[in-house]
């Protein structure tokens, strides 16, 4: 009967940490493509360089 418990708890917590890490994953992808895309550094650099220049 021990066993049986014991086996029981060992598939439950592994099924909880594969979860939580597919959670994890899926939490990094939504903040990817959550983030704007915005003008490179280069084109910063050149709009700076064109302000000076007036």
């Known amino acids: ?4 418990e014991n086996s029981l708890v060992t ?3 592994f099924i909880f ?3 939580r890490a597919a959670e994890k994953a899926n939490k990094k992808e939504e903040a990817v493509a959550i983030a704007p895309a915005g003008p490179s550094q280069e084109e910063l650099l050149s709009q700076i360089r064109d302000l000076l220049k007036k």
Do not use: A
Not at 1 to 4: D, G, K, Q, V
């Open 1 to 4: 009967m021990f066993f049986i």
């Open 11 to 13: 598939i439950s917590l």
């Open 17 to 19: 940490i594969v979860l």
